[in-house]
């Protein structure tokens, strides 16, 4: 699926928020820059708890994954999808990882 469709059809799925949530353009301002480790930092988190916490859920990642593989796979998905990144972050690393990390379909 489509990382646009699926970050889409998850933002028609969430109701407003009255806290401030992370926008993926602000996690991909996080993201780009390293020499600002407290941002970087808040990010690199940010990516971790997402990935944890939907692992095996809406995407499988393979056993002994590194940060690495997972930080550029959102950074690269976000600066492609520019038209999905004012959604909430949670929704656009969700699909990012989805799409480069698709669960195997059981025959």
């Known amino acids: 699926m489509n990382i646009r ?3 889409l059809a998850l933002g028609l799925c ?12 602000e996690l991909m301002q996080m993201l780009l820059d390293p020499s600002n480790p407290s941002a ?13 916490g939907s692992d095996s859920i809406l995407f499988c990642l393979p056993e002994g994954v590194g940060v690495r593989p997972l930080i550029e796979t959102v950074s690269r998905e976000l600066s492609q999808a520019a038209d999905v990144r004012h959604l909430n972050a949670s929704m656009t690393v969700t699909a990012a990882l989805a799409a480069s990390f698709p669960c195997k379909k059981e025959p």
């Open 14 to 25: 969430a109701g407003q928020a009255s806290a401030h949530l992370v926008s993926g353009n």
């Open 5 to 7: 469709m699926l970050a």
């Open 40 to 52: 970087y930092s808040r990010g690199v988190g940010y990516v971790l708890g997402v990935a944890d």
